[in-house]
Structure formats: structure tokens, C-alpha cells
């Protein structure tokens, strides 16, 4: 049975239908692009480094994505679409926790290669403050999440902006 809310009509469908969609297609061209890198054939030596570990990375990442897209909700609100215990504050943290750790790790790792390449000392200096910041993002989201305190909110944005800037 079709809930009530499930109507092309209400705005909340086509939103999380659309999420639906992204994420569908997100794991399709994991999928495709696992499948190329396994066919490819390069041997381990010749291929680049690190190149599993950001492959795993961005499995993770995506995967947590899709989950979120799939169930999602507003954690310091308590709000869900499904009322399910895959849609707890603690499964839904967790899952974007982890996500969140492997996507700046990701970064991590790349600006080190890139600033290792090219001798850039202010790169490297950033690629190893960049996950620790993360982490501390991440500790005042679940500081929000444990007190329904917006300002753990606040903190955590503060903190992520200037990565993503």
C-alpha cells in the first residue's frame, strides 16, 4: 500500500523521488566505474597509488549518500519520512558520520599527492589539517544530534565552510 504523501501532486514526493533518481545513479556509475578499473587489467605496481583505498573511500561515501537520500531525515529536529529504525538518530548519524570521515580523508589523501608532486608545502601543511578539522565537525554535529542544540550546528558549518570555499 502507497502511503498518503506518495502523490506526484506533493512537493515532498517529487523531492525524495528525485533523491531516489541521483542516488540510483551515483551507485550506477560506482558500479561502472569499479567494473572498468577491475577490467582494465593495469597491474597493482604500474597503476596509481593509493588508488583502491580512494576507490573504498568513495564507495562509503556514495553508499552512505544513497542510505541517507533513500531514508532521509532531520536529526536534531527528530523528523523522518519512514518511521523505521533504520531512520534513528543513531543509524542516521553514524551512516553520515562515516560517509563524511571517507569523503575528507579522499581529499586528504589527493592534496597530498598533488602537494608531494608539485613541492607545495602550504598544500601538504592543509592536507593534514583537513581531517582532524572534519572530526571535530563531526563531533559537534553528534554534539547537536545528543542535545538537540543548534549551536553544535553552527560550530560544525563553521567548520566545513572554509574546506569547501
Known amino acids: 500500500m502507497r502511503p498518503d504523501?506518495?502523490?506526484?501532486?506533493?512537493?515532498?514526493?517529487?523531492?525524495?523521488?528525485?533523491?531516489?533518481?541521483?542516488?540510483?545513479?551515483?551507485?550506477?556509475?560506482?558500479?561502472?566505474l569499479h567494473s572498468r578499473y577491475r577490467r582494465n587489467g593495469t597491474p597493482r605496481a604500474a597503476s596509481?597509488?593509493?588508488?583502491?583505498?580512494?576507490?573504498?573511500?568513495?564507495?562509503?561515501?556514495?553508499?552512505?549518500?544513497?542510505?541517507?537520500?533513500?531514508?532521509?531525515?532531520?536529526?536534531?529536529?527528530?523528523?523522518?519520512?519512514f518511521d523505521t529504525w533504520l531512520s534513528s538518530v543513531f543509524v542516521g548519524r553514524s551512516v553520515a558520520t562515516v560517509a563524511e570521515m571517507c569523503f575528507i580523508i579522499q581529499w586528504a589523501i589527493v592534496l597530498h599527492a598533488l602537494a608531494r608532486a608539485t613541492r607545495a608545502d602550504s598544500a601538504g601543511n592543509i592536507a593534514k589539517a583537513i581531517v582532524p578539522v572534519?572530526?571535530?565537525?563531526?563531533?559537534?554535529?553528534?554534539?547537536?544530534?545528543?542535545?538537540?542544540?543548534?549551536?553544535?550546528?553552527?560550530?560544525?558549518?563553521?567548520?566545513?565552510?572554509?574546506l569547501l570555499c
Not at 13 to 21: D, E, G, K, P, Y
Open 5 to 32: 504523501w506518495l502523490v506526484w501532486s506533493n512537493p515532498l514526493a517529487v523531492w525524495w523521488s528525485f533523491l531516489i533518481v541521483v542516488s540510483a545513479g551515483n551507485l550506477a556509475l560506482l558500479l561502472h
Open 48 to 81: 596509481a597509488p593509493g588508488l583502491e583505498p580512494l576507490f573504498l573511500l568513495c564507495a562509503a561515501y556514495v553508499i552512505g549518500c544513497a542510505f541517507r537520500s533513500i531514508l532521509p531525515r532531520a536529526d536534531v529536529q527528530r523528523i523522518c519520512l
Open 134 to 162: 572534519v572530526a571535530a565537525a563531526e563531533a559537534c554535529s553528534w554534539y547537536a544530534v545528543i542535545t538537540t542544540n543548534y549551536l553544535g550546528n553552527v560550530l560544525e558549518n563553521s567548520l566545513w565552510t572554509p
